[in-house]
C-alpha cells in the first residue's frame, strides 16, 4: 500500500528464492490486487499531499538517517523534495537540507509567506549560517552534535533563549528540549542513526537498534504531529505507528500499524460526507470528527462522497 500510495507505476517482486518455492506473501498480494489498482488509479489523479520533506541530491544525513520513516509513522503526511519547497505550507528540513548553500534566504522567504518551519538539531548544527537559523528558532548558540543514545535518542544539548520547550527529556544532568517553538519555527531534538551507529554493530542496511521514538505516549505524538499538521488543516488523535497521507482534496488514507486494535479521532476542514473507497460504504462523522476503531494492521481509506 505504501508503494502504490508513494505513486509507483510498477511492483517487482524480486527474490527468486520466492518465486521458485513460493511465499504466503504473494497470496495476499493477488487477494488485495484490486483494492490497490482502484488506490493507484485515485492516487494518480489525486498525489498525496503534505509537509513538504527536503533532501538535496547526494546530501548527507549525518544523524538523521531514517528519520522520515519514523516522522511518518507518528502521523505526519511526508512528500519527499529533492528542490526547496518555496511555495509550501509546511517544511520539514533535517540534516540533509543543511547541504543547501543558500538555505537561510529560503527559510526567510518561506517565513515571510507565514509557512511553518521545522528544523531538526542536526541540520541547525551542520547549516551554512547555523547561528542565524538558531536565532531565528530562539536556541542558543552553538549547537554541537553529542548524539545521547538513550532510549529516545537526542542530538544536540539544546538551550533555550527564547524558544518554548513543548517537549523535554529527562538525561542524568537534567532536562533536554526535545520540540521548541518560536512563532512558525519548531525544532525537534532527534537523532535517529548515523553512519557511525551501523558500523558500530556491523550493519548496512536494517536498522542498528530499536528506538523509543515510536514507542512515546499518545499526548507526546498528537503534539509532535500537531507541529506539522495544524497548518495543513488537519488533526490526529491516535498512538504511534498510526499513518495518515491526504489525496489530494479527495480524501485522505489511514493505517494502522499496530499489531492491536486502535481508536483514533480525525478532523479536518470541511470534512463532509465520506465513504470507505474500497467498499463504498458510508462512514458517519459527528460535526467535524470522525472517530474510527481500525483492526491491527489494517488500514482505511476515506473517500469524498
Known sequence: YQTVLAGAKEIVLFNYFD???GH???????MNFEKLADLAKAVAEHPVAGVAAYKPPNSDAGGDLYIMDFIGMLGVPLVPVSEYPANARVVFLPTQAAADSD????????LQQKATIIFTAGFLANAKDGKKLAEIAGLGWPIRISPMHTPLGLEAKLMNKDAKALLSAKVSSGKIPFLTEKGNVFVLNTHTFSQADFDAVGEVLLCPRRLALLEISRSWANTIREAFNTKLGLELDAPTRVTLQPLGQSGWFIQNYNQKETNITFSAANVGSFADGFTGEKIDSYGDQLHLTLPGRSRIWLKRK
Request: aromatic fraction near 12%; charged fraction near 10%.
Open 19 to 21: 518465486f521458485v518455492h
Open 24 to 30: 504466503p506473501g504473494h497470496h495476499l498480494l493477488r
Open 103 to 110: 538555505i537561510f534566504a529560503k527559510v526567510q522567504n518561506s
